[in-house]
T-cell receptor, first 114, second 116 residues
């Protein structure tokens, strides 16, 4: 069965520093991968997704993620953190031609230090 | 426009009340979803409607009753809830069911439910 593991339930970075949020997946077939962000008291917003085109995916708000099949990873990065990036981030996976479900990781809370 | 609209934003109800949560999308999406999210947890799938038919029920208690009146609307009827049902309820939609290739789920802002 497919699964998603996010390493680190909390990550703290200084404003202006590199953001790196880790996501590893387990799947028997090539998956589709997503990163969502949830700001306090809001719904989930799509940051970016991988659907087997380019392995480096650029998203909104300066975020990007790289699909690495050999490492079964889809880590999220941003070169320079901003205070407004403080939020909960979820990595998620769906599988082609399978059931109608998206599997979420447990989430990583990103804290930005002034 | 990738908007999923949910009403009400906040709802407080007693354990004997009957209430409904409403969700609307005008993107022509053919799959709609209800999720429940507790604090500091990822969303948990409750129901999936594909082409206006219930396709997945994740063993949700019968005190939650979904309804899809048409392709744009999704309701969640609530009756005899328990305090532990207090949570954020998220509606979502996708162009086609997720079993098809690379569809994105778009989420609404959610309805905060408190059961007293």
């Amino acid at each position: 069965a497919q699964s998603v593991t996010q390493l680190g339930s909390h990550v703290s970075v200084s404003e202006g520093a590199l953001v790196l949020l880790r996501c590893n997946y387990s799947s028997s077939v090539p998956p589709y991968l997503f990163w969502y962000v949830q700001y306090p008291n809001q719904g989930l917003q799509l940051l970016l997704k991988y659907t087997s085109a380019a392995t480096l995916v650029k998203g909104i708000n300066g975020f990007e993620a790289e699909f690495k099949k050999s490492e079964t990873s889809f880590h999220l990065t941003k070169p320079s953190a901003h205070m407004s990036d403080a939020a909960e981030y979820f990595c998620a996976v769906t599988l082609p031609n399978r059931d109608d479900k998206i599997i979420f990781g447990k989430g990583t809370r990103l804290h930005i230090l002034p | 426009d990738t908007e999923v609209t949910q009403t009400p934003k906040h709802l407080v109800m007693g354990m004997t009340n009957k209430k409904s949560l409403k969700c609307e999308q005008h993107m022509g999406h053919r799959a709609m979803y209800w999720y429940k999210q507790k604090a500091k947890k990822p969303p948990e799938l409750m129901f999936v409607y594909s082409y206006e038919k219930l396709s997945i029920n994740e063993s949700v208690p019968s005190r939650f009753s979904p309804e899809c009146p048409n392709s744009s609307l999704l309701n969640l009827h609530l009756h005899a809830l328990q305090p532990e049902d207090s949570a954020l309820y998220l509606c979502a939609s996708s162009q086609d069911p997720l079993g098809n290739s690379g569809n994105t789920i778009y989420f609404g802002e959610g309805s905060w439910l408190t059961v007293v």
